[in-house]
T-cell receptor, first 109, second 115 residues
Framework: QQPVQSPQAVILREGEDAVINCSSS?????VHWYRQKHGEAPVFLMILLKGGEQKGHEKISASFNEKKQQSSLYLTASQLSYSGTYFCGTERDDYKLSFGAGTTVTVRA | ETGVTQTPRHLVMGMTNKKSLKCEQH?????MYWYKQSAKKPLELMFVYNFKEQTENNSVPSRFSPECPNSSHLFLHLHTLQPEDSALYLCASSQGTGINTGELFFGEGSRLTVL
């Protein structure tokens, strides 16, 4: 069962912040986040394995709330290079990875 | 360079043609995957191979036929496709599957157009 992502799209100016949400109707073992730029392969950002854990890379971080079965990706002080489509992937206890429909992020100068 | 190479990058075929997509990974991974990516839709898992054995077939029509001769190569054989099969087909690899899935490494995809 695929997770639901919101919003579908977001437009930012450089330096602004954004939050992308990913929610599941089932209990989750882990959440993956990937980014895909136009015409390129999806690229791994991070995996969150424990409830309430936050991970980050530079100014992109994420949290995972096991109880609420959801994860959020935080884009802080966005840069032009953050533009792309962000996908969350969720693993349930059967360890099968299902992806959301993606959130398209456009960062403008 | 992602370590996962897909060929061809673009393919146009008629509904009666037979063609194949190829994927090669140079990462020493044991698991390989085929995903279908259509506009505005979630990535759809098609097939999973672990140590050359198919471990997942996600109710894919038989006009798509995968082949995994070894852990480094994965093929998707196509025949009598329909226009709705037009999409980006992504190959991915990982160290393992199940609890050991970890990070997926994706290729850049093969853009398929069925006329």
């Amino acid at each position: 069962q695929q997770p639901v992502q919101s919003p579908q799209a977001v437009i930012l100016r450089e330096g602004e912040d954004a939050v992308i949400n990913c929610s599941s109707s089932k209990a989750l073992y882990s959440v993956h986040w990937y980014r895909q730029k136009h015409g390129e392969a999806p690229v791994f950002l991070m995996i969150l394995l424990k409830g309430g854990e936050q991970k980050g890379h530079e100014k992109i971080s994420a949290s995972f709330n096991e109880k609420k079965q959801q994860s959020s990706l935080y884009l802080t002080a966005s840069q032009l290079s953050y533009s792309g489509t962000y996908f969350c992937g969720t693993e349930r206890d059967d360890y099968k990875l299902s992806f959301g429909a993606g959130t398209t992020v456009t960062v403008r100068a | 360079e992602t370590g996962v190479t897909q060929t061809p990058r673009h393919l146009v075929m008629g509904m009666t043609n037979k063609k194949s997509l190829k994927c090669e990974q140079h990462l020493g991974h044991n698991a390989m995957y085929w995903y279908k990516q259509s506009a505005k839709k979630p990535l759809e898992l098609m097939f999973v191979y672990n140590f050359k054995e198919q471990t997942e077939n996600n109710s894919v029509p038989s006009r798509f036929s995968p082949e995994c001769p070894n852990s480094s190569h994965l093929f998707l054989h196509l025949h009598t496709l329909q226009p709705e099969d037009s999409a980006l087909y992504l190959c991915a690899s990982s160290q393992g599957t199940g609890i050991n899935t970890g990070e997926l490494f994706f290729g850049e995809g093969s853009r398929l157009t069925v006329l």
